[in-house]
Each structure stands twice: as C-alpha cells, then as structure tokens.
C-alpha cells in the first residue's frame, strides 16, 4: 500500500552527497532512545559518528564496512541507516517520491513513512511491530574533503568469511546480525520488505564456498534464485 500527502509542487528529489546532523529515536512500549549523528557522505564513501548516547564511528567504503570506538575501525557486516533503508526501498521498487511530500509504504512485515523538502529527505519513520524509529535530517552548506577526512582512521579487515558472502548481503535491505558457537545468523528483510533469514557456518548448508556452508532458513522465491545466482560459480 502506497500514501501520499501532497504538499508542495517540486519535479525532482536528490539523493545528495553533503554534511548532514540527524537525530534518531527509537521508541518502544515502554521507553524511548534518542541518538546524535554527524555524517560526512561523498561518492562512495560515508563517515558517521555517533556522540550520543554512546561515542562510536562506523564507515563505508565502496562496499566495505568498518567500526569502533576510536581511531582504529575493524571491517564488519553491512550497517544501513534509516536513509540508506528508505533510498534502497524506494530505487529497488521503483517508487516516485519526485514531489516534496509525506509518502507512506506498507509490506507486510513493516511501514516506510518518507517526507521531502526542497527534493531532499528529511524525516523517515519506520514501525516494525511495535518498534517505531525515525529519523530528523539536517543538511549544512560545509566544505570538506572526504579522503582527508577518512585519513584520521585506520581500517582494519579482519573479517574471516568468504567476500562472496558480502554479495549476498546485499540483497538484504537490512539485516541484523549475531554470532554464537561458530555460525552467524543474519535475519531482516529484502527489498521487497519480506523475510529473509540466513545462516553462515563450517559444517552445513545449502551452498558451499571455499570451506563455508550457507544455510538459507527463510526466503522468497525471487530473492533465492537472487542468492543462487550470486553464488552461481562458487
């Protein structure tokens, strides 16, 4: 199901590079959190630090992730923001949100609530049971260079499983993660909002790659040949 509440008349919205404030809160039936980011975001690379509650730093890199506390960052699984969420969703089901609005998607599993200004994003909120995340965007006018930026970092990649499996990743629109006596479980949702639960281990599974087993727990017809054909000459 598709909403739209119309606002004001503008052709064209952007998915733009920039420096940007946003807060973030995360409200359920007993309790709210409230978080503070600062994101530098150009081509293919984005930097965000979060200041509050907690001080931490997470980056990507083409298709590389990385996280920490400090100075150093290790390689992780794929981190996607609520604007990550909401311009993947819209691009993967080829939705308009071209005018300045409040458009609303629903799947069956969560609901997208997307508002636009001047042909940028600025508010998104996400239910998923009775999890409600939104997100407040503020874009500045700030000059700065990406690389120096990414330069007061180390990136670290001591990630052991295979890269192919990072391909497959992809095909979430996010996922959570968890690892626990030698497998990791990666559950959420693909583009088109339905389940999709996989699990990464030594011993068994459905597709085999160099020594690791992928086990495929829960996933829709399209997004399983998806997989398939990702892992095709593996």
Request: glycine share 6%; with cysteine.
């Amino acid at each position: 199901m598709v909403s739209f509440f119309y606002l004001a008349g503008i052709q064209t919205l952007a998915f733009s590079d920039g420096y940007y404030v946003r807060m973030v809160y995360e409200t359920t039936k007993n309790e709210t959190f409230m978080r503070s980011e600062e994101v530098y975001e150009s081509g293919d690379t984005k930097i965000v630090t979060v200041s509050i509650p907690e001080s931490f730093t997470w980056v990507k890199v083409k298709n590389q992730w990385y996280i920490g506390d400090g100075t150093t960052l290790y390689r992780t699984y794929p981190i996607k923001d609520l604007l990550d969420i909401a311009t993947e969703y819209v691009k993967a089901n080829h939705l308009d949100i071209s005018k300045d609005g409040t458009y609303k998607f629903s799947t069956e599993t969560f609901t997208l609530e997307i508002s636009t200004i001047s042909g940028e994003i600025v508010r998104i909120v996400r239910k998923v049971g009775d999890v409600v995340t939104t997100m407040y965007i503020n874009k500045f006018s700030k000059q700065f260079d990406i690389k120096s930026i990414l330069s007061r970092y180390n990136l670290v990649n001591k990630m052991t499983i295979p890269e192919e499996f990072f391909k497959v990743f992809n095909l979430f629109l996010w996922m959570n993660v968890t690892e626990k006596e030698g497998m990791i479980k990666c559950s959420g949702y693909d583009m088109e909002g339905k389940a999709l639960e996989l699990e990464i281990n030594k011993s068994n599974g459905d597709l085999k790659v160099n020594g690791y087993y992928l086990k495929i727990v829960k996933a829709s017809e399209k997004t399983l040949k998806e997989i398939k054909n990702v892992l095709r000459n593996n």
